[in-house]
């Protein structure tokens, strides 16, 4: 299995500009999740799902932050508007309800705001 | 979760056993332990987890105490390849509830 896929692998924005992070989870994983990681707040989960449906989206920052699922092989992670404040490297993992102690992370995007 | 703590660097030589202490004085009886590590700049990665007694994988070995409140995640020969981030994290094992709360962790540098 090639793992997690994670696209684009660095992005480079400006203020105020839409950003949309993409992932894709090992095939037969229902558990996907997101995480941010900065110097300042380490690694935070964000928000995940289990067979598509969002199940604890507390970590998500404010609503300038949006996840979706749309099937089994893809999700997304989207900032509208982008904040410099947002730069980070941003995670997304998976894993299965069997072996659920051991999640799988993809490589990460590494997000910058100017 | 049960809140962990762990120091925030080590060293060791390389070839020698690396052991790392992790404290989790409130941890419940239904919580497991597990470690994760994180080389620079990659994701993290799962190491091993346990309940009670100790466990051991190819990659590590967990020593739990009795009392279960603290535990050592043991690399028996250290490589310079394992120089990274050990995460010690607490949660119930239940097959509804997936969140995994990372805090600071250990920096382990292992010297040549």
């Known amino acids: 299995d090639a793992g997690v896929i994670q696209s684009p692998r660095h992005e480079v924005t400006e203020m105020g500009q839409e950003v949309t992070l993409r992932c894709k989870p090992i095939?037969?994983?229902?558990?996907l999740f997101w995480y941010r990681q900065t110097m300042m707040r380490g690694l935070e989960l964000l928000i995940y799902f289990n067979n598509n449906v969002p199940i604890d989206d507390s970590g998500m920052p404010e609503d300038r932050f949006s996840a979706k699922m749309p099937n089994a092989s893809f999700s997304t992670l989207k900032i509208q508007p982008s904040e410099p404040r947002d730069s980070a490297v941003y995670f997304c993992?998976?894993?299965?309800?069997?072996?659920?102690?051991?999640?799988?992370f993809g490589p990460g995007t590494r997000l910058t705001v100017t | 979760d049960a809140k962990t703590t762990q120091p925030p660097s080590m060293d060791c030589a390389e070839g020698r056993a690396a052991n790392l202490p992790c404290n989790h004085s409130?941890?419940?009886?239904?919580?497991?332990v597990y470690w994760y590590r994180q080389i620079h700049s990659q994701g993290p990665q799962y190491i091993i987890h346990g309940l009670k007694n100790n466990e051991t994988n190819e990659m590590a070995s967990l020593i739990i105490t009795e009392d279960r409140k603290s535990s050592t995640l043991i690399l028996p020969h250290a490589t310079l390849r394992d120089t990274a981030v050990y995460y010690c994290i607490v949660r119930m094992f239940s097959g509804g509830y997936q969140k995994v709360t990372f805090g600071t962790g250990t920096k382990l540098q292992v010297i040549p």
């Open positions: 095939s037969g994983h229902d558990y």
């Open positions: 409130t941890i419940s009886g239904n919580e497991y």
């Open positions: 993992a998976s894993s299965s309800s069997d072996r659920n102690y051991e999640q799988y």
